[in-house]
């Protein structure tokens, strides 16, 4: 798309959606040091790093489905997954040894360009049929459309997680 080039009101609107709800996401963040970034700070394995790793992770998935690619999770059985597919799932909740903060950040940089480039092109219209899994009946059909939007619902998902667990470590909070 060259700088002349203007994009629809939808794409304008799913792409301020994507938009504010990284801000929020990545505001948890801000200022945290990686240890801060990799504590456990309540009951819930959870931490403001390994929220923003698996949101990153769970866009990529989303854009290859939305370019019509297999989805991440095409090939797991959900009645027996792998000892290996559990923990690369489990993995994407967490920094591993030797992930930084700054390190998932440009990650997570880097992969929102990428949708927000596929938002600009892709035909929003096509519809892909979603793998199957124990969370939804088979023959389900997403729209491009609807992949961005759920990009952005779970993005908005975890930054609500990812803000209880900043507030509980000092206090610092996304809104308000």
């Known amino acids: ?34 240890e801060q970034a990799n504590t456990r700070s309540t ?15 769970v866009e990529k998935g989303w854009q290859d489905f939305a370019v019509g690619r297999p989805h991440a999770t095409a090939d797991i059985d959900f009645d027996n997954p792998t000892p290996e597919q559990i923990a690369a799932f489990q993995d994407t909740f967490r920094l591993a040894e030797g992930e930084t903060l700054e390190g998932v950040l440009a990650e997570h940089e880097r992969v929102a360009a990428a949708t927000d480039e596929l938002v600009r092109t892709l035909d929003l219209d096509v519809a892909y049929e979603l793998p199957e899994a124990p969370w939804q009946p088979p023959g389900v059909f997403w729209t491009v459309r609807r992949v961005f939007l759920h990009i952005a619902g779970e993005t908005a998902h975890h930054s609500g997680h990812a803000d209880i667990i900043r507030e509980t470590i000092d206090g610092q909070k996304s809104m308000g």
């Open 1 to 34: 798309m060259t700088e002349t080039q203007t994009i629809s009101a939808e794409r304008n609107d799913i792409l301020s959606l994507l938009a504010e709800r990284r801000h929020f996401l990545r505001f948890t963040a801000q200022g945290l040091t990686d």
């Open 43 to 57: 009951v819930s394995e959870l931490t403001v790093g390994g929220l923003i790793k698996h949101v990153t992770e």
